[in-house]
């Protein structure tokens, strides 16, 4: 999910909206990652079927697409007088519920994967617990955030937003380093 930082008004588009618009890719660019390696991508096999590549494909390019313009309304619909807060605009609400879909996809791929692939269950039952939470973590963090004042909301959450984008990153490198060796491919 993007920083939840409201923009000033006063400045210009290009001084604004790359920010915005990178931090979206990069933080779904995780999601996709973590979705290609919940099918198996990399972990239990080299490829994934034509029909699987294709519903990635799909799921990818609308969530993309989906970032990008919500960044670009959240940019251009942004009033001062009214809005504060990120998560409580329409952008925001769309966002939360792009992170829920992408649970779901997430929760469907890693059942399918090891329901196939029993040998990798251990490593997937992990998987899945973790970055579950992971996913989870941000919808949740919006609703602590309600509680913090007003003026200070859209600071905690994006702190809390690039912590928890750091901390998957560093348990996604733990899970793969084994006894000392790369164990993505055991």
Request: charged share 10%; with cysteine; proline share 4%.
């Amino acid at each position: 999910m993007a920083a939840p930082l409201l923009v000033p008004h006063d400045c210009a588009p290009a001084d604004v909206l790359p920010p915005l618009l990178h931090s979206s890719c990069h933080s779904y660019s995780y999601s996709y990652s973590l979705t290609l390696l919940a099918k198996g991508w990399t972990i239990v096999r080299r490829k994934i079927s034509g029909s699987g590549r294709v519903k990635v494909a799909i799921y990818i390019t609308f969530f993309l697409q989906a970032s990008i313009s919500l960044q670009i309304w959240r940019f251009y619909g942004f009033n001062p007088a009214t809005e504060m807060y990120f998560y409580t605009t329409t952008p925001g609400i769309v966002m939360i519920f792009l992170r829920v879909y992408a649970t779901m996809w997430f929760w469907y791929a890693c059942y399918t994967t090891m329901h196939n692939y029993s040998r990798k269950a251990h490593f997937y039952r992990k998987f899945l617990v973790i970055f579950t939470l992971w996913f989870v973590a941000i919808p949740v963090m919006i609703l602590v955030t309600n509680s913090v004042a007003a003026t200070s909301r859209s600071g905690f959450m994006s702190t809390w937003e690039l912590v928890l984008l750091g901390v998957g990153q560093f348990i996604l490198l733990a899970m793969y380093v084994k006894r000392g060796r790369c164990c993505c491919c055991c």
